[in-house]
């Protein structure tokens, strides 16, 4: 079984910057995805960002230029720099552990961007 612990959400304000962390335990391939997933109210969730063990990243449009992933692949860790921030990015913040056939979930976690 793999955990998935996240970290960082908060409230900030438009143009702030948060750091999302994300730690994952349990048995994990060597070779996996790891990424950032959001949804807002009333929206279905959508991918953020995702990097590969051999950290090659993906990014949606929207937060490109504004957010940075990066990952430690000796402690399973992913963490997400959110700069210049605004209100249209608020949501829970999902991180995501995949790999083969297995898809892994963290609890989530809010940001919140005030104007």
């Known amino acids: 079984q793999v955990q998935l612990v996240e970290s960082g959400g908060g409230l900030v304000q438009a143009g702030g910057s948060l750091r999302l962390s994300c730690a994952a335990a349990g048995s994990i391939f060597s070779i996996n995805v790891m990424g950032w997933y959001r949804q807002a109210p009333g929206k279905q969730r959508e991918l953020v960002a995702n990097?590969?063990?051999?950290?090659?990243?993906n990014y949606v449009e929207s937060v490109k230029g504004r957010f940075t992933i990066s990952r430690d692949n000796a402690k399973n860790t992913v963490d997400l720099q959110m700069n210049s921030l605004k209100p249209e990015d608020t949501a829970v913040y999902y991180c995501n552990l995949r790999f083969s056939s297995y898809n892994y979930w963290g609890q989530g976690t809010q940001v919140t961007v005030s104007s």
């Open positions: 990097i590969n063990s051999f950290g090659n990243t």
